[in-house]
Structure formats: C-alpha cells, structure tokens
C-alpha cells in the first residue's frame, strides 16, 4: 500500500488548510487510520485517528476543536481539515494506516506510512 500526502503549504496563522492522503488501493478493509506530525527538532507526534468506517475519531488534545479528520473509502481518500492554525502547527504532516480497525495513539500501531507534506504557519 502507498500513502500520498498532500495539501501542505504556507499560511498565516487563523488560516485554513485541508490535508488529503490517496491511498494506492483500497485500504479501508478494518483499518483504521491517522495522522501524525513532526516539527523540527521534535519527535514525530498524533495529531488524529478515525476507525475504518469513519464513524469514531480522536484527537489530540492540541488540535482538538480545530481539525476534523474524515475518509470516503469509496474513493480511498484520507483528510484532514485545519482551521483557526497556530504556529506551533508547523510540521511535517503524515497519513498512516493503523493496525487497528479503531486507529490509535501510537505510532507503533501503524503499518503504512505517507511521505509527509509540510505546512508553515506564520504568525
């Protein structure tokens, strides 16, 4: 399976961005699947998690109220939609497919990763 991130870039912060993760074929047999991120200097982080129906997600407490996570399986589309960022924002974003048909926390819980797409927020 490959994850293709994309959506990065640069805006100012209170801004928008939406993040999409295209899987390569269909991933969505009991797989959950997340998002995770990396700042510079920072070891990589959750950001949030949606089992593979889409009907429960989680967040981290950072972005919770700001981004929502959602999925269509029927085109293999993973997103994520950032409103109100900040800059500690900035980072690195990945998609990842989970192990767990529910998502998780834990980034050893995940088995396919994307490359990353890198959004800046400036202040």
């Known amino acids: 399976v490959q994850l293709q991130a994309s959506g990065g870039g640069l805006v100012q912060a209170g801004g928008s961005l939406r993040l999409s993760c295209a899987a390569s074929r269909r991933t969505n047999s009991n797989n959950g699947m997340g998002w995770f991120r990396q700042a510079p200097g920072k070891a990589r982080e959750f950001v949030a998690a949606?089992?593979?129906?889409?009907?429960?997600?989680f967040y981290a407490d950072s972005v919770k109220g700001r981004f929502t996570i959602s999925r269509d399986n029927a085109k293999n589309i993973l997103s994520l939609q950032m409103n109100s960022l900040e800059p500690e924002d900035t980072a690195v974003y990945y998609c990842?497919?989970?192990?767990?048909?529910?998502?998780?926390?834990?980034?050893?819980?995940?088995?396919?990763w994307g490359q990353g797409t890198l959004v800046t927020v400036s202040s």
């Open positions: 949606i089992s593979w129906r889409g009907h429960s997600t």
């Open positions: 990842a497919t989970s192990r767990s048909p529910y998502g998780s926390r834990e980034r050893s819980d995940y088995l396919y």
